[in-house]
C-alpha cells in the first residue's frame, strides 16, 4: 500500500530559527556560570526590533544584547539595525520550589532522595521516535529536508552560490510502499535572493548544487515534482518580512508529520523543563529500543506532573512491529533501564551544559553529537526483555 508523508525544515536565518538560537544562547551564557540555571526563555523578532522576554534564575545575568548581536552576526544578519529589549524576571518562588523538592521527597515517599530531589518544571507529555528507515534512526522526509536547508546555508557561507540570502525553507514529501520509503516525490525549495539574482540560474544552481547532494539517500526520479521559489521573487526575507517566535517549529524540530507532538517547545529552556529534557529521553529510549531490535519503529510516550519526580504515564508503541514481546512489555522495561525522574535525566544526559545552542537549528535529533543519540542501552534493554 502507498502512503506519503511530509517533512518540512528551515535555514538557521529563517526568523523563527533565530528567535530559537537567541533564546539556547542566552541559556548557555547562564549554564557556563551557573550549571544549576533555571531559564524560560522566550524570544520575538521582528522589522526592526528584537524582545527577550522570560523568567531566568542564575548567578550571573547574560549579556542579552551581546548574544542577539552575535546570533545576528552568525545567521547572516550582520547589518541588522534592531532595536533590543529584554523582559526578564527571576522564576515563580512556586515552581521553583516545586521543582527543588519533589512530591515524593517531601512526603518522605523514597529512600533514595537525591535521585528524586527535583520535581519536574512542569506537566506535559513528550513524544520520542526512532525507526530503522535511515541510518539516524529517523524519518526519511526529515532526513532530506535538513540535509537540504543545510547544504543551502553552505552555499551561502561559502559563496558556492552567490547572492543567496539567509532565510529558506524546504519541504519534501516521500512515497512509501508497505512502510518503507522507495521514492521522493515532490520538493519545494524557497531560498531568499538579492534582487538582481537571475531566477533561472538560481534554480539551476539550487538543483545541481544543493538537492544533487541532500537527496543522495534517496535520489529524485523523472516524476518527482521540484519547485524552488514557487512565489517567484523571493527578496524580502528573515525579519524584514516575517515575524519571528521562540518555539513555533515543533515538527521541524522533532520528527515531520508521521509523529505526534506534545505540544511542549524546547528552545530557551533549560533542563528542569521536562518538556524539553523528557522529550529528549523519549528519543533516547526510543531509539535503544530499535538498536536493540525490539521493532522496526518504536514510540514512547513519557507524562510528568509538575512537582513530582516520577512520570505518570510511560507508553510504548511499536506499531506492530515489535519482535519480541508486546508494547507494554516494553513499557515495564523502561524503567528498568532507564532514570526517569528530572535529576536522572540530568545526569544521565548530561543537561547541565552549555550544549543547546547547537540544537537550535537543523533538528534536535538524528545528530550523533547530541548524548541522547547514544545507542549504549541497547544491550541492557535486550536483556531486561528476553
Not at 519533589?102 to 528524586?116: C, F, H, L, N, T
Not at 525507526?131 to 529517523?138: G, R, S, V, W, Y
Not at 521514492?183 to 531566477?199: E, I, L, P
Not at 517567484?232 to 509523529?259: C, P
Request: proline letters at 4%; glycine letters at 8%.
Amino acid at each position: 500500500m502507498k502512503r506519503y508523508y511530509t517533512a518540512e525544515a528551515v535555514t538557521e536565518g529563517h526568523p523563527d530559527k533565530v528567535c530559537d538560537l537567541i533564546a539556547d544562547s542566552i541559556l548557555d551564557a547562564c549554564l557556563r556560570e551557573d550549571s544549576q540555571s533555571r531559564v524560560a526563555c522566550e524570544v520575538l523578532a521582528t522589522k526592526g526590533n528584537i524582545i527577550v522576554a522570560g523568567e531566568v534564575t542564575s548567578k550571573e545575568e547574560p549579556d542579552v544584547f551581546a548574544i542577539i548581536r552575535k546570533v545576528l552576526d552568525d545567521t547572516g544578519y550582520p547589518n541588522a539595525e534592531i532595536t533590543m529589549d529584554t523582559l526578564i524576571h527571576a522564576q515563580s518562588p512556586d515552581i521553583a520550589e516545586a521543582v527543588s523538592c519533589s512530591k515524593e521527597q517531601r512526603s518522605g515517599q523514597v529512600s533514595d532522595a537525591d535521585d528524586w530531589s527535583d520535581g519536574a518544571g512542569d506537566q506535559g507529555i513528550m513524544i520520542g521516535y526512532a525507526t530503522d528507515e535511515t541510518k539516524q534512526m529517523l524519518p526519511m522526509p526529515v532526513v532530506l529536508a535538513n540535509r537540504i536547508v543545510r547544504e543551502l546555508t553552505a552555499c551561502r557561507k561559502s559563496n558556492y552560490i552567490a547572492d543567496i540570502l539567509p532565510d529558506g525553507k524546504a519541504q519534501v514529501t516521500v512515497e512509501y510502499e508497505d512502510g518503507k520509503p522507495v521514492r521522493v516525490d515532490s520538493v519545494v525549495v524557497s531560498c531568499q535572493h538579492k534582487a538582481d539574482k537571475d531566477q533561472r540560474k538560481l534554480e539551476k544552481e539550487i538543483r545541481n548544487k544543493v538537492l544533487k547532494q541532500a537527496l543522495r539517500l534517496l535520489p529524485a526520479d523523472e516524476d518527482t515534482k521540484v519547485l524552488i521559489n514557487p512565489s517567484g521573487r523571493f527578496v524580502f526575507g528573515g525579519m524584514e518580512a516575517d515575524t519571528g517566535l521562540t518555539g513555533r517549529k515543533l515538527m521541524v524540530d522533532t520528527y515531520g508529520s508521521q509523529v505526534p507532538h506534545g505540544g511542549g517547545a524546547f528552545s530557551g529552556k533549560d533542563c528542569s523543563k521536562v518538556d524539553r529534557s523528557a522529550a529528549y529521553m523519549a528519543r533516547y529510549i526510543a531509539k535503544n529500543m530499535v538498536a536493540a531490535g525490539l521493532a522496526s519503529r518504536c514510540q514512547v510516550s513519557l507524562a510528568y506532573a509538575i512537582g513530582v519526580a516520577e512520570p505518570v504515564m510511560v507508553q510504548v508503541d511499536t506499531f506492530g512491529t515489535g519482535k519480541v514481546c508486546a508494547d507494554d512489555c516494553l513499557a515495564m522495561a523502561v524503567p528498568l533501564v532507564f532514570g526517569l525522574t528530572p535529576k536522572q535525566i540530568r545526569n544521565t544526559l548530561r543537561l547541565d551544559r552549555p550544549i543547546f545552542h547547537q540544537t537550535a537549528a537543523y533538528g534536535h535529533f538524528g545528530r550523533k553529537e547530541f548524548p541522547w543519540e547514544r545507542t549504549d542501552k541497547a544491550e541492557a534493554l535486550r536483556n531486561t526483555v528476553i
